[in-house]
């Protein structure tokens, strides 16, 4: 029996690309995956099966969504370029459980397309080769919009993947991390060669995976004064924690007050944010919510 000639070899791509005269626009992100067994390790971490629900962003000539729909319920995708859904039509045409939404992921009312695509109880997962130019800002408004989907298993650049996955004290460690980290268990799986694509990225990429969590890690009393105030410790990473916030409220807490805050939080302020663990920037949000509140 002969196997199946997957989409995602460089052959297949090539012969593709060549029949829509199809040019990479970079500005779009467009690295298409070349790998079949890069695409297998992806959705062997994703762990979806027959009754999984899956989104991607941005399917491309369709490499991985062809994967995503032989071992999955439904694949919805969502693309920006227009110039790409004949082509999908065409290479996706063996697969009646693909869905492709002509739209840009970050204008997109993605829980209003899950109500309409999945079955209510269905489990949810993203499984995508994001478009590096906007990786963060796609997965930031995944997370804060609080959808209904269990995992994300994406391909990204390997120093924004560590970048979300670093621990406290680590060189990657920062305000990214708490981010991610405050709304998913998050660990980077694989690291994969520039070799993968067509054409080659400059930057070598990661598979990341993020469980979400059911509730948040730590108790915070003010969400956005957490988030705040996360970034204004990393706001010059040299600087002490003290420095940091002192240069942040300014003319609105003065420098004693911040001292007095910070023994109150059982905080060094001599400390670097690089430092502190997401239940110590907890501590310090519930301790400087007060003070900021009057
Ligand atoms: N999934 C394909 C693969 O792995 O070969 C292509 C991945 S490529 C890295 C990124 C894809 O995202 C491109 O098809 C690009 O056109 C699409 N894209 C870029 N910006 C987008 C956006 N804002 N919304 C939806 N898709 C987008």
Do not use: C, W
């Not at 995508?128 to 963060?136: K, R």
């Not at 990661?206 to 105030?229: A, C, H, M, Y």
């Amino acid at each position: 029996m002969s196997r199946k000639k997957y989409i995602a070899t460089p052959t297949q791509t090539k012969q593709i690309l060549d029949q829509y005269r199809f040019t990479f626009k970079k500005s779009l992100g467009q690295n298409f995956l070349i790998d079949v067994n890069i695409l297998e390790n992806i959705i062997h971490h994703a762990g979806i099966d027959q009754t999984s629900g899956v989104i991607e962003i941005g399917p491309g000539i369709g490499a991985l969504t062809e994967q995503l729909a032989i071992h999955s319920d439904h694949v919805l995708a969502f693309e920006i370029d227009q110039r790409l859904l004949p082509v999908l039509k065409h290479t996706l045409s063996d697969y009646d459980n693909v869905s492709v939404v002509h739209q840009d992921i970050l204008e997109a009312d993605v829980n209003q397309a899950i109500k309409a695509h999945f079955h209510p109880e269905q489990p949810v997962h993203v499984v995508a080769n994001l478009p590096y130019y906007i990786t963060t800002p796609i997965l930031m408004k995944l997370l804060h919009e609080d959808l209904p989907v269990s995992t994300l298993t994406v391909m990204i650049q390997k120093e924004v993947a560590q970048r979300m996955a670093a621990s406290p004290s680590q060189k990657s460690y920062g305000s990214l991390s708490i981010a991610v980290q405050y709304y998913t268990e998050a660990q980077v799986v694989m690291t994969v060669p520039k070799t993968a694509f067509m054409p080659q990225p400059n930057v070598d990429s990661s598979i990341l995976k993020l469980v979400k969590r059911q509730t948040p890690p730590v108790d915070v009393v003010d969400e956005d004064l957490f988030f705040t105030l996360v970034r204004a410790s990393f706001a010059q990473r040299r600087k002490t924690l003290r420095n940091n916030l002192n240069a942040f409220y300014k003319q609105r807490l003065d420098k004693q007050a911040i001292t007095d805050l910070l023994e109150e939080a059982g905080i060094d302020g001599t400390r670097r944010g690089e430092s502190l663990s997401m239940e110590e920037f907890a501590q310090l949000t519930n301790t400087f919510v007060q003070a900021t509140q009057n």
